[in-house]
Structures are given as structure tokens and as C-alpha cells.
């Protein structure tokens, strides 16, 4: 029913109009026609910024609707003035005084207009040293304050009146008026013509009036809409209500104007002038009666849908804002839609989109980080505001994992980073406790990363930080190949020399955490720079036997002779030789110690004993002594009491791993049974000794 009603006040209005336009209408029949425009479009007086005794004037609101500013004679002359949003007034007044104060007193300072983004101001003034009677001027916010005003300079600015500046959201075509050349006849208004300009990279074009029928010689306040290309403009021309009233044209599909529509909804018999509406379209405000007014905008005059897309650019790290170049592109054809750099003091930037499209938002910085944004709008049916905050960033954080690629050990190593002309631009160390070493690499330049670890194979790769950097955290696994060399490993019968066909091999690093095992008598690719444990079996009726050796760094190999403990160092293969199983065989256990004048074990000791455990459980009939000898510092009774008693600790370890005490008897020789003389510190560490003796054991046949 609101609906139909609405319909049916609209037709009667349009009658009036019509009827208006062609009869001739006099003063008293103007009224009564904007009395039912007021019944129908409600106008209020913004009452937080109106005054009785002063004039308010030219209103321009932010893109996101949050700061108004305009202009008011409160203080004797023409000066600009800012108030903010809060939470749905207006709050108190601001004077602009780095505008204000900029000229003399007697200056006119008139046509304050918002860029979108709200970090610029657009004004006209009389201000000394201009180009001609009034220049356009403009004022760059600073944080909570303003530039002193800048001269748009003489491509803009002629030898007569240059104002009413409006500029697009991308801050590339500006519109403004000049003195008019065509005043109608009989008119006794101010009137000016709407001109164009465009900027180039080499600045701006030269202005062009635009034509008809935007321009019929008495027009004024042109105000580019954020869609850029709506055009509200003042206009006294044949059909108005009263003095000035507001238009509507826009720049159809061929680049040209349609016929401006007078904005009935705003339109009055006072002068109507300089609109603004924020980028939600739904409230204009515009001035009427010295004052400021708004008015809801009917959904017919509303225009092209919008977003607001608004936030800082920061650095990530210091949280500072920067100013950085933005760039929006039609997300499915690529078309540039529109470019800007934002505020460099605090890094606010302000987006205004027309809906039903889709965009990508690009943010470039030199020696930063880029971004990229994507927005689908196709679907928006209502206003709406993003916030988006940008964090660039100038040094990318590439974590290097550096292991072994065998065992997967992290490793020490030297990482050097060049640069692309090959100069070394940082030295850094891996700690080789954990896998990730972060570098911190800074943006704009190409680098290549060269690794290095003792006794690994070096590598190198490339990372190229230079155009569009969009993330800060990079990982790269580097998985170092060991050096190594070939090791022939013999395993011989003690007794026929002979091969024991049968051995197994196992090969413990004692360098990192590493075991070998493979059958014996065959060449084995040992790491550089490690030391290894052989130990020898074979289940085929021999003991076990094991030998420490080591590989240089230079890749040669270290080994021990069995018979007389010296070191080779440049041996060409390993020699391991296997006690045949029998009754009264002997073997000379290794590495087997004690504490001083003590019969405590150390715990190095338990590998070889675990040697033992292991044969006996192989061999269950086998049974054994073991004899423990010293040297001959000390008393021989001494000796002997202290090679009995260890002796018995070697037994009683043995026996607590699953081994009938039965099986095994203890002797103690004391210093009775040396090996060789203890004539040296040498000797006497040889002669210091554990044996087992086989007392019993049957073998299988295949044995």
C-alpha cells in the first residue's frame, strides 16, 4: 500500500512539473510546488554545524562518510573547517588553521572537496603569488594534521578564477569551474563553466570545457560521484525550480554525457549547491539558506553501488605506517581500473568500488614486500566497508633445514649468502642441534645460498626476492651427501687363516648415530671424518671379535693392530680374525675396566660383555672361565685378590642377563701371567686383562 502511494505522489508531482515547466508558473505556485517536494523528500538541517548568525557552506564528506568538511564566515572571513563523526553526529568543529593561516586575513579560502581517500583537500583561494584572481590549491593530511596549502600550478590554474575542484577516486581526472564565456542573457549570477583535466605521468593535461549538455554558461560545484563517472553539478538553467538547482549526468558506455536530470529530490526555489554524498549513496548533504542540509537520496538517483575498502599499510616489523603505490585491475580481463599512492605519514589508504565486478588490489613498495588482494563484488547488493590492514615487510625469512640425507641428523654447517654479482654479503653458522637456521634476507635482490659441512658434499641454491614478494616465510631442506671412501673388510679363521665365508658384520659410528650391518669379507663406503666399531661373528661356530677404526679427514684409513695395539694410519683394508669354538680356546676380551684398585666395572665395558651373553646364548652347552690378570704394581697378593674379584664382577654382570651361574667359573692370576713385560706404562695396560677360556662346548654338525 506505502508502496502504490509513493507511486501515486511521484505521477502527481510529475504533472506539476511538467505542468511548471510549460504554463509559466509564478513565485506563490514555485512554493506550493516545493512544499509537496518537501512532503515527499524531507530535508534536514544539519543542526550540529548550521549556525543562525553565519554561513555554512560547501559541505564534502569523506569516502567512508566518518569527516565532513566545509567552509563557514564565523570568523569574519572565508575559512574551512572539519568536524568528525560520532556515533551519528557530528562532533565539535576543527579549524583547519595550516589552510586557514596560510594567507592574509582578507583571503578567500571557498570549495573545500575531499579526495576519497580522504588524504587530500581541493579548495580554491585568493592566496598572493597564485596565477590569477583565485587558484586551486590543495592540502595533504599529515596524521591529525594538514599541509601547508600547494599551488595545482599553472597547467591547472589560468590568468582568471580557477575553483570548485572535484577529483576522481583515483586522483586522475579532475573536474572544476572556470569564469563562463556564455552567460545566458538576462542572468546576474556568478556564472562559470565545468572544465576537465586529466593527469599524465608528465602532469596535467590541458583543461577542456566540457560540452553540451553538461554546459549551457551558467553552471557551478561539480562533484565527481566515487563510481567515477556520475556528475552532480549546480545549474541555472530553463525548467528550475528556483536559482541554482542540482543535476545528475553520467558518462554513458561511448565516453559522452547524457542529458542531466534535475535532482527533484533536493531541488528548491533557493540556490541548491555543492553536493556530497559518501560512498554508501544513501544521504547527500548540499547547501541551501546559508546552511548545510541532507536528504535522503530516492533509489532511482542513487548511484552505482559501492565498496569502501579502507586501512593502513604498515611496516610488519616497526608497525609504522608507509606509503606505497596501489593499483586495482579488473580481476577476469586484467583492465587497469584505477592507481594511487596512499598517505605516507600514518599509511591509510581508502578504496571506492562499484559493485558487480570482480578486482584485484596489488600494493608495491621498493625494498619491500608486495600484496595482493582479491575482492568478488558480483554479488554485493548493499553498501559495505573492509578493513583491511597491509603489513609489508623489507627481509623475507628463508629457514635453510640442513641434515644428513642418510640419517637425517641435523648438521653444523657454514651458510654464505651472495648477492647476484657474486659478492659475499653474510657468513652464518648452523648450530647442528636443530634443522632450521633462519636467514633473514632483504627484499629486492637475488642471492645465492651456498652450504658447506666438514666432510659433506657442498650445494648451493638461488632465491630471487625481486618483483612481486607477496610472502615472508620460506623453507628450503638441504640434504648434504657425506664423503666417503671404499673399505675392504676381511674377516679370517684365527687359526687357517682362511675366510669365514659365514661372518656378519656389524658397523657402529661413533662419530653420529649410525649402524652397519652386512655379511663379511666385502668393501664397505665408510664416512670421512668418522670412527667406526667393527665387530665381527659368525654363527657358524666361531667366537666374535671387534676392532675400533677411523677415516681421516684426508680419507685415509686408521686401524689397530691386533697382535701389538699400534695404530696404521694408512692401512688398505681391515683384518678381523674369528677364534674357532673348541675346548680351551682362549679369548681376550676388549675393552674391559674397572675402576682404580677397584673390581667396579665402568659401563664402557658392557658392550663387549654383551658380546659374551650373546655367544652364550647362541652356544647353551658352551661353559667358560674367566680369568682376570694385572700388572705387577701392588703386591702379588693384592693382585691376586683383586683379579679374583673382578673376575667375579664380570661373572655376576653376566649372570644377571639370563645366564646360569653354572656355565661359568672365576680366576684371578693376578701379575702371574703376563703377556709381555711391565716394562712400560704400555705394556702394563696390556698385560692388565680380561680372557675367557672355553672349559666345555658342543657344536652342532653344521657347526
Known amino acids: 500500500m506505502k508502496k502504490t ?125 597564485g596565477y590569477g584572481s583565485e587558484d586551486i590549491f590543495y592540502s595533504e593530511r599529515i596524521g591529525d594534521t594538514w599541509s601547508k596549502p600547494k599551488n595545482l600550478g599553472p597547467e591547472i590554474n589560468s590568468r582568471s578564477f580557477d575553483g570548485f575542484p572535484t577529483i576522481t577516486t583515483d586522483g586522475k581526472t579532475l573536474y572544476f569551474a572556470r569564469n563562463s564565456k556564455n552567460v545566458p542573457e538576462g542572468v546576474t549570477e556568478f556564472c562559470y563553466e565545468i572544465y576537465v583535466s586529466q593527469k599524465t605521468d608528465s602532469g596535467w593535461t590541458e583543461p577542456t570545457v566540457l560540452p553540451y549538455p553538461v554546459n549551457l554558461g551558467c553552471e557551478k560545484a561539480p562533484k565527481i560521484m ?168 623489507t627481509t623475507a625469512h628463508l629457514n635453510v633445514n640442513i641434515y644428513d640425507i642418510e640419517l637425517y641428523d641435523p648438521l653444523t654447517a657454514t651458510i654464505t649468502i651472495k648477492n647476484d654479482i657474486g659478492r659475499t654479503v653474510e657468513i652464518v653458522e648452523s648450530d647442528g642441534e636443530t634443522w632450521k637456521t633462519r636467514l633473514d634476507l632483504p627484499i629486492g635482490n637475488a642471492f645465492t645460498v651456498e652450504v658447506e659441512s666438514e666432510n659433506f658434499k657442498p650445494k648451493s641454491f638461488s632465491i630471487d626476492l625481486r618483483g612481486l614478494i607477496l610472502y615472508r616465510e620460506y623453507e628450503q631442506d638441504i640434504e648434504l651427501i657425506p664423503e666417503k671412501v671404499g673399505v675392504p673388510i676381511n674377516v679370517n679363521d684365527l687359526l687357517s687363516g682362511g675366510s669365514v665365508s659365514s661372518s656378519q658384520l656389524i658397523i657402529r659410528n661413533k662419530t653420529r648415530n649410525e649402524e652397519i650391518v652386512i655379511s663379511g669379507n666385502q668393501t664397505v663406503n665408510l664416512r670421512v671424518g668418522d670412527r667406526y666399531l667393527v665387530e665381527a661373528s659368525s654363527d657358524r661356530g666361531y667366537a666374535f671379535n671387534s676392532t675400533e677404526i677411523g677415516i681421516t679427514k684426508e680419507g685415509k684409513l686408521q686401524t689397530i693392530d691386533e697382535e701389538t695395539g699400534e695404530i696404521k694410519k694408512d692401512s688398505k683394508r681391515v683384518e678381523l680374525r674369528l677364534q674357532p669354538l673348541s675346548k680351551d680356546a682362549n679369548l681376550t676380551l676388549k675393552d674391559i675396566y674397572f675402576e682404580s684398585n677397584s673390581s667396579d666395572l665402568f659401563e664402557s665395558s658392557f658392550e663387549e660383555l654383551d658380546r659374551v651373553i650373546k655367544l652364550m646364548k647362541s652356544y647353551p652347552s658352551m661353559k667358560i672361565e674367566i680369568a682376570a690378570h694385572t700388572d705387577d704394581i701392588g703386591a702379588a697378593e693384592y693382585n691376586v685378590r683383586l683379579s679374583k674379584e673382578r673376575a667375579n664382577s664380570v661373572i655376576n654382570y653376566v649372570t644377571s642377563n639370563s645366564i646360569e651361574e653354572e656355565r661359568l667359573i672365576s680366576k684371578g692370576y693376578g701379575e702371574s701371567k703376563p703377556v709381555v713385560l711391565n716394562d712400560s706404562e704400555e705394556n702394563r695396560g696390556k698385560n692388565r686383562r680380561v680372557e675367557l677360556k672355553i672349559l666345555d662346548i658342543k657344536l652342532a654338525q653344521n657347526d
Open 5 to 129: 502511494m509513493k507511486n501515486i505522489d511521484k505521477i502527481f508531482l510529475f504533472t506539476l512539473l511538467i505542468f511548471w515547466c510549460f504554463s509559466g508558473l509564478g513565485q506563490s505556485q514555485k512554493d506550493s510546488i516545493e512544499q509537496v517536494l518537501d512532503s515527499i523528500y524531507p530535508k534536514k538541517i544539519v543542526s550540529e554545524i548550521s549556525t543562525e548568525k553565519f554561513t555554512e557552506y560547501a559541505p564534502s564528506i569523506s569516502a567512508n562518510g566518518r569527516t565532513l568538511i566545509y567552509e563557514s564566515n564565523k570568523d569574519g572571513s572565508w575559512k574551512l573547517y572539519l568536524t568528525r563523526d560520532e556515533n551519528g553526529t557530528w562532533g565539535d568543529e576543527i579549524s583547519l588553521d595550516s589552510i586557514n593561516n596560510f594567507g592574509d586575513s582578507i583571503d578567500v579560502i571557498s570549495g573545500p572537496n575531499f579526495s576519497y581517500d580522504g588524504n587530500r583537500i581541493y579548495f580554491h583561494a585568493s592566496f598572493d603569488d
Open 226 to 393: 566515487a563510481d567515477n563517472r556520475t556528475l552532480i553539478f549546480a545549474s541555472l538553467r530553463e525548467g528550475g525550480i528556483g536559482g541554482f538547482d542540482l543535476y545528475q549526468t553520467n558518462l554513458n558506455a561511448d565516453g559522452d554525457w547524457v542529458s542531466p536530470v534535475p535532482l527533484e529530490y533536493v531541488n528548491t526555489t533557493d540556490n541548491d549547491l555543492f553536493s556530497c554524498i559518501s560512498a554508501s549513496g544513501e544521504i547527500m548533504y548540499f547547501s541551501k539558506k546559508d546552511d548545510i542540509y541532507s536528504v535522503e537520496i530516492p533509489q532511482e538517483y542513487r548511484q552505482f553501488q559501492n565498496v569502501t575498502i579502507q586501512g593502513l599499510i604498515r611496516d610488519a616489523d616497526s608497525q609504522e605506517g608507509l606509503s606505497a603505490a596501489l593499483r586495482i585491475t579488473d580481476a577476469n580481463t586484467s583492465e587497469s581500473i584505477t592507481s594511487f599512492d596512499n598517505n605516507p605519514s600514518d599509511g591509510f589508504y581508502s578504496i571506492v568500488l562499484s559493485t558487480g565486478r570482480a578486482y584485484n588490489l596489488e600494493v608495491r613498495k621498493d625494498e619491500y614486500s608486495s600484496a595482493l588482494y582479491y575482492y568478488d563484488l558480483r554479488d554485493i547488493e548493499s553498501y559495505k566497508e573492509y578493513e583491511q590492514n597491509i603489513d609489508l615487510f
